[in-house]
């Protein structure tokens, strides 16, 4: 049971308010963790070029760039600056060797109540940035986040709609599955075995605590909620996934606040003991 | 458009704060609203048989009692001491003539990260208990709440699910929908559908604020937020369902901090404007 370290992958925002993502990439060489996922405002810092130099003088994979996405907006401006700067974001991804770019896809624009249309411009957004994934060959994966951010960002949050949008849309599109998002859905264990092993391109892990302070930045290390990781884990293995398992915790309260030596070190332990 | 406020009724989470049942039922009546829904705690201030006097002599319809429930337990005394209460909470709303008695069915037990488990349990206990329902005539409605409190509340997250446990546990189940816990699923309309006249036995409103600022406790007024109330609120009116529009706002920032009175008079005049 649990991942080596060498299968784990530190996703920048586990520890972005302590380290700039040249400290992440050492800190992971460091710690033995075999992975890394950049958020592209750590990757601003350097540029994906020199990123991309420094991840592989580390010996790191990298599971993904955090994030695409965020498609609806008010206008047909907002629409459109979005997939140039998902155009980029592809660019990146391709530059440093990112097994998928992951899409947080957005919410409901400024004053808007429909959220039918906000799912319908995802869907339109996703398919006009495809092409140039496939040419730059980057998989596009659409994160299913809780439906507490369905409001404000992203109204794709249940697993199934993932993979509607996959059948509709085709060959280079699959899913970032994380267990914060999706533990709770009674669709998991079917949709998990609808996905496959094609579609199932990156595998988050962090834990749902009891209470949770704050509905965005209080998630749980690895074993301190109530999320049965080892069997959403086995469901995604049973599928042949083969990915790194990332860590990505939002933490405001307890883990940002920590020595960052001491969160991968943590973090390690639990990948083994509680994943 | 709207729903004026003789078809409208009281929850009295929404002024649980500021008023006693006693004034709940006063104020209701000086504001012409049609109908109330007690919690449980508050119908222990009077009694079952005084607070349906009371409420009769008022001319007030009940919408339904809150709430049965909490099945899940970690042992076999914790599940018989929940059924125990909930028979109880049976006959109260038999005594005051609910509509429903309406089911946040129970989290997680202390402890376990078993989902599937506790709504194993959540399935039996209601099936315990639906012999004495009937014979009380007191339908029971399920409230599938929102996926957020998956853990610590209700392991009954979608209307899909509420459906599955009608179909099911047959006749004398059904369902309160909250617009608060459903609003963001893709399979609504579709599930909506699928309850029919027959299950739908509660409709609840409130808004879901951007941002939400507490989990539980930062419930918006309707028209505050991002629901499309009147969307929903026709789906379920296109399956016939006629029973009064009920109120229930938990918001221990905003309006339990108000004069109850305009708490009334604005619930009225956003029935009437934005649901």
Known sequence: MGVPAARVSLNTA???????????????????????????????????????RLIADHGLEVSGLCRGGMFPAADAAGQQAALDDNRRA???????????????????????????????????GIAAILDHARACQVPLAIEPLH???????ACVNTLAHAND?????????????????????????????????ERLLAFHVCDWLVPTKDILLDRGMMGDGVIDIPHIR???????????????????????????DEVLRVMVERCRDAV
């Open 147 to 153: 439906p507490a951010y369905a409001a404000d960002r």
């Open 234 to 260: 086995s469901l995604v293995e049973a599928q042949g996934f083969d990915g790194l398992t990332e860590v990505e915790i939002f933490s405001a309260r307890d883990w940002w606040t920590r020595d960052p």
């Open 14 to 52: 586990t520890v972005r308010e302590q380290w700039t993502l040249r400290q992440c990439i050492e800190g992971c060489a460091r710690h033995g963790i075999g992975g890394i996922s950049p958020w592209r405002d750590k990757l601003g810092e350097l540029g994906a070029a020199e990123a991309a």
């Open 165 to 197: 949008l996959c059948d509709d849309l085709g060959e280079g599109v699959g899913i970032a599955l994380d267990v914060y998002h999706v533990w709770w859905d009674p669709q998991l264990e079917v949709e998990i075995e609808r996905a496959g092993r």
């Open 90 to 124: 592809i660019d990146d991804a391709a530059t440093i060797g990112a097994a998928c770019l992951v899409l947080v896809v957005g919410g409901l624009p400024a004053g808007s109540k429909d959220i039918a249309g906000a799912r319908a411009q995802v869907r339109d």
